[in-house]
């Protein structure tokens, strides 16, 4: 019983983390991206360092090209303040998903131009590639804003979830990417959070996409 409290408790903190991760930090400044979008074949270049087991990039067709950097050591609340450059979540990748952080004053301002459908390539450090289709795009009213318990309530069927119950629902399950940023409203940076899930695309729908996408 007192591992399984242990358990519980460990892991609403780690659901609080990701709740507050994308809080924004107050001495920094908001700066608008420069995201020039290169050719995919430069862009996969640009982002290779040999490391086969790392995320390095991510690229929308006129969307996005983005570094991808990982989360320091035992600092699963850490997002790059850098105007161009996303963050892995950690703890996605301990529940066997990928979870791809930016703040919505910098690189998460291109998370609200993505359209269900649009392709998502993510490159790894060897220059390996994994293709995911948008599947479903969510937005979320927090009840709390600015902290790290908040509830929150889907835009579209008005659903209630807590945060523990949100995290389950944009990070858990089947194998997937979730890109998440904050919804800005009335003034308030953290009014909502908006979440890109996007599925595994298969190699027989890739060799059908126009030469123009690499």
């Not at 703040?103 to 609200?112: D, E, K, R, T, V």
């Amino acid at each position: 019983m007192a591992s399984r409290i242990k358990k519980q408790v460990l892991f609403i903190a780690l659901v609080s983390i990701f709740i507050r991760s994308l809080i924004p930090v107050a001495q920094v400044q908001a700066q608008e991206p420069i995201n020039t979008i290169p050719s995919f074949s430069a862009f996969v270049e640009s982002v290779k360092d040999g490391n086969a087991e790392a995320l390095r990039g991510i690229y929308v067709q006129n969307v996005m090209a983005y570094p991808i950097i990982q989360q320091p050591y035992a600092n699963p609340g850490y997002v790059s303040t850098e105007a161009n450059t996303i963050t892995q979540f950690s703890i996605a990748t301990e529940v066997g998903n990928i979870g791809l952080l930016a703040h919505n004053y910098l690189a998460g301002i291109s998370f609200s131009q993505l359209q269900t459908g649009d392709i998502i390539s993510l490159v790894y450090g060897d220059g390996r590639i994994e293709n995911f289709y948008v599947e479903e795009i969510l937005q979320y009213k927090a009840t709390s804003p600015l902290s790290p318990y908040s509830n929150f309530i889907d835009l579209e069927t008005e659903e209630f979830l807590t945060a523990e119950g949100l995290f389950n629902k944009v990070y858990r399950g089947d194998f997937h990417v979730t890109l998440q940023t904050c919804i800005e409203k009335d003034g308030s940076l953290s009014w909502g959070r908006l979440f890109i899930i996007a599925k595994p695309m298969s190699e027989s729908y890739i060799q059908f996409l126009p030469e123009s996408i690499w």
